[in-house]
């Protein structure tokens, strides 16, 4: 472990693990920012580049993010030509999403940065010992999901 | 490693480090809202308990968010009453936030939400291996700021 590295911000002892998953969200954000790519707009570009038609009813409980706050990200991705509103045939008032041509253009970009992020993020550590982070990283987003879906059906005694 | 539960809920394979932790964020932050206690407001009140004072654009600058959603957060939570907003004697236009007493009240119940959600997050696991995942927890939080902060003063060279 590079220890000169992780000593230049060295964080005070107490930030529960939550936040410190916050944190590195935050920065991850940051560092796409830096790459020209919006903290605001790429999960939505990948989400939609995945799930094409895609409500803004779903994008934003796929998100667990309030309409409001979609509603405002997805006016600005459309007035900057990244995707398209359709009213649903089937019921006028809601909206189906779809990246346009020069949305779709930006999924290999904001993937490559993704990546980079992630080789400097991982920079110094063996095969292995990067293996070894995913494969935590993994554990603790599948039993966050576990946790999560158990106490919005209301089911404690589960975890 | 209780696989039973973590196999609750597969993810795909090719969900990149970024990802994952906003998964994990997400989570937590539907956690958090099942204690009652709010995804969008905790962060805020949490840092404001920490550094009582602090202005709106200090605010927006410590979590990397816009402006206008902090204003957003922040007219919420004085309307709830868990805050009052003192303009600067220095500076009029600028404001100063604190906590009011009802809102100081709920930092021990979010702390001990955040605990709750840790242990179950890390249920199961030996005191070793919890020692080791915060470990590295922390680690990639220390990295993904120096990453960060170089790619803000433009210094790539430095990864």
Redesign the interface.
């Known amino acids: ?1 590079p220890d000169e ?2 000593s ?4 005070p002892p107490d ?18 920012n ?1 790459r020209a790519i919006l ?2 707009q790429f ?1 939505f570009i ?1 989400t939609l580049s995945k799930r094409p038609g895609i409500t803004q009813d779903d994008l934003a409980a796929h ?4 309409k409001g ?1 979609v509603a405002r990200a997805v006016r600005r991705m459309e007035e900057n030509g990244l995707l398209t509103r359709t009213p649903d045939p089937e019921n006028r008032r809601r909206f189906r999403l779809f990246l346009t041509e020069e949305g779709e253009a930006l999924v290999p970009k904001i ?1 490559a940065a ?2 980079e ?2 080789d ?4 110094g550590l063996s095969g292995e010992e990067r293996g ?3 494969a ?14 158990s ?2 059906e209301g089911d404690d005694a589960g ?1």
Do not use: C, K, Q, Y
């Open positions: 472990m590295r992780t230049h911000h060295a964080l930030i529960p693990l939550g936040g410190l998953i916050s944190m590195i969200h935050r920065m991850h954000g940051i560092s796409m830096t903290p605001g999960p990948l998100f667990s993010i309030d706050t993937l993704d990546r992020w992630e400097a993020l991982l920079s070894e982070v995913l935590t990283i993994r554990m603790l987003a599948e039993r966050s999901h576990d946790i999560a879906r106490r919005e975890i």
